[in-house]
């Protein structure tokens, strides 16, 4: 019996868009961005940032070596910002419905400057805060680890309490689905324009 929903946040919950990012960054005169940011992983600073290597602070120092003019803090952490298209509203309200249904939780490979500023206000559309929408939550850099890595399911298993039999993980990523069924988890698979609750009526119910 699925007792367990365990959602990805980009590209599931959270519409996102790459190529703002990447433009918004070679705006502020980082030409190379486009090689140091993915779909679904990230390298360098921008990984390091994730994987909970390096603090906000030194993301930023490093991120300037690549950019020849003078920059503010908030003017980087605008430009990586720009990754993150938004919620759609409907989609809090189909979280807070399948609450009644299961125990929610979220596992994302994100890092903290998002996190603390554009993700939190995205929750706080209907008045309440990210915590009331899950049991709970699982970041990247707070487990030093980053999907597909086995070491953040095990990370998230024994934080959260689960029991992987009794899970399904929902992510737009075949490689983190793949990583996850390895330990047991149940997979649902969000393509591009599909909404989760939909499919999980579909597949799950």
Not at 79 to 100: D, K, S
Not at 181 to 196: C, Q, R, V, Y
Request: glycine share 6%.
């Amino acid at each position: 019996m699925i007792k367990n929903l365990l959602f990805d946040l980009g590209g599931v919950i959270m519409n996102i868009k790459r190529e703002q990012c990447v433009a918004a960054f070679q705006r502020l005169g980082m030409s190379d961005v486009d090689s140091f940011l993915g779909e679904y992983s990230q390298k360098g600073p921008f990984l390091r940032l994730e994987a909970g290597e390096i603090t906000p602070s030194e993301f930023r120092d490093e991120v300037r070596q690549y950019i020849s003019q003078e920059v503010s803090d908030a003017d980087i952490d605008e430009a990586f910002c720009e990754f993150l298209v938004g919620i759609p509203r409907h989609r809090l309200e189909e979280l807070r419905a399948l609450r009644n249904h299961y125990r929610i939780y979220m596992l994302s490979n994100t890092n903290p400057i998002m996190w603390e500023s554009r993700i939190a206000q995205e929750f706080r559309q209907e008045g309440l805060e990210m915590n009331d929408y899950f049991d709970g939550i699982v970041t990247s850099f707070e487990a030093k680890s980053i999907k597909p890595d086995s070491r953040i399911f095990e990370y998230a298993i024994e934080k959260c309490q689960l029991n992987p039999g009794e899970t399904v993980f929902i992510d737009d990523s075949l490689a983190n689905l793949e990583a996850s069924s390895k330990l047991g988890f149940n997979t649902l698979h969000i393509a591009p324009g599909e909404d989760f609750a939909v499919k999980i009526a579909n597949e799950i119910n």
